[in-house]
């Protein structure tokens, strides 16, 4: 019995055992992040009278300097920082993967002025775009979707132009040509399909960056703002001495969030890398 695509790719997934394990630890993050309102005990944004209190069995990770409630808070910009890698990787991803599609298909002149605004964006330091960017425009959730988005879209265009390039000569390209099919037709629905694995393998790559560019953006006060919380500015209420030596309730939940969002993020893309390859040994 011929096996499909798919069940091919699950079936070399399952091999990856860090793959594996992360995807379910990433499964459970987004389901605690979705049911945030119903998990958590407090308001994230209330002032309770218990101000820097270690864990209880009240709060369960302990309480901020101004009293808040440092689990809910966790839970909510959880929620915050998958949103802004989630939505930010597929804006990215898709403006490249418009724009790598008409570079290497069209070639000449049109390659041309992409590929040079690719160039020109990525000689820029990326950190330093980012930062210029929060500076400019209102910190917000979406402006910094917006601002990765945007800032992010180079790499993914030069993946599916090379992507493009070798498939463009294809005899099943040539046969929709000579059967004088429309371009979009071509574009989207013939070389597009055959791109998606490496476009995928790539997004896992983007959004792991993008979740640290998130973070790093509200701990430096250019992100999200308070008293909505994301991981990033929990993290810069916890930079005194004093609170990293004596208070680590207000920073290890954060950091430790950040460090397995993108860990298990990059696991499950080398997991994906591994078995969309068509060259696996089986």
């Known amino acids: 019995?011929?096996?499909?695509?798919?069940?091919?790719?699950?079936?070399?997934?399952?091999?990856?055992?860090?793959?594996?394990?992360s995807?379910?630890?990433?499964?459970?993050?987004?389901?605690?992040?979705?049911?945030?309102?119903?998990?958590?005990?407090?308001?994230?944004?209330?002032?309770?009278?218990?101000?820097?209190?270690?864990?209880?069995?009240?709060?369960?990770?302990?309480?901020?300097?101004?009293?808040?409630?440092?689990?809910?808070?966790?839970?909510?910009?959880t929620r915050v920082s998958l949103t802004v890698g989630v939505l930010s990787t597929l804006l990215a991803t898709s403006i490249g993967t418009v724009l790598g599609l008409l570079a290497g298909y069209f070639g000449g002149a049109v390659d041309m002025i992409i590929m040079r605004i690719t160039d020109m964006i990525m000689s820029f330091p990326y950190i330093m775009l980012i930062l210029v960017a929060g500076v400019i425009f209102k910190p917000s959730m979406w402006?910094?979707?917006?601002?990765?988005?945007?800032?992010?879209?180079?790499?993914v265009a030069r993946l599916v132009r090379g992507e493009v390039l070798s498939l463009r000569e294809k005899d099943f390209v040539h046969s929709s040509e000579i059967a004088g099919m429309p371009k979009s037709y071509i574009?989207?629905?013939?070389?597009?399909?055959?791109?998606?694995?490496?476009?995928?393998?790539?997004?896992?790559?983007?959004?792991?960056?993008?979740i640290l560019d998130e973070a790093s953006l509200s701990f430096l006060g250019m992100g999200i703002q308070p008293p909505q919380a994301s991981l990033g500015n929990m993290l810069n209420g916890a930079q005194s001495i004093t609170v990293l030596t004596s208070m680590p309730w207000l920073w290890l939940p954060p950091g430790l969030m950040i460090v397995i969002l993108v860990v298990c993020t990059n696991f499950v893309g080398d997991a994906l890398r591994d078995a969309m390859d068509p060259n696996a040994v089986e």
């Open 1 to 21: 019995m011929h096996e499909s695509f798919a069940h091919s790719v699950w079936r070399r997934f399952k091999r990856h055992k860090a793959g594996v394990v």
């Open 23 to 77: 995807l379910i630890i990433l499964g459970i993050i987004i389901l605690t992040a979705i049911l945030a309102p119903v998990l958590a005990r407090h308001d994230p944004n209330a002032i309770n009278p218990a101000f820097s209190s270690a864990p209880t069995g009240e709060y369960w990770l302990g309480t901020d300097q101004m009293g808040r409630d440092v689990f809910s808070r966790l839970l909510f910009g």
């Open 143 to 155: 402006m910094i979707i917006i601002i990765l988005g945007l800032i992010d879209w180079p790499g």
């Open 187 to 210: 574009l989207f629905s013939e070389i597009l399909p055959n791109c998606f694995a490496p476009i995928l393998i790539f997004g896992t790559g983007v959004m792991a960056i993008s």
